[in-house]
């Protein structure tokens, strides 16, 4: 997972730097960046709800089979 963050955090820092052309930075580029950087984040805030959400569900599931089956060795034993 947090492989996944540090690609996603790279990939948030390299679409908000200014697009350029013909090396100088062009004002109709720069607004087009800033259009897909806001696009792109809302996505990718999304996406990482989306993905923490079922992580906290897992972990849940996970916590309730371990207590299951901790109470089962208990009483068998």
Do not use: W
Not at 11 to 35: D, H, R
């Amino acid at each position: 997972m947090l492989i996944v963050y540090i690609a996603g955090f790279a990939t948030a820092i390299y679409l908000t730097v200014p697009a350029e052309q013909n090396g100088q930075p062009g004002e109709s580029c720069s607004i087009q960046a800033k259009f897909k950087t806001n696009e792109f984040a809302q996505s990718y805030s999304n996406s990482l709800h989306k993905c923490v959400d079922f992580i906290k569900d897992q972990s849940r599931r996970a916590g309730a089979f371990i207590k299951e089956k901790v109470n089962e060795h208990r009483d068998n034993s």
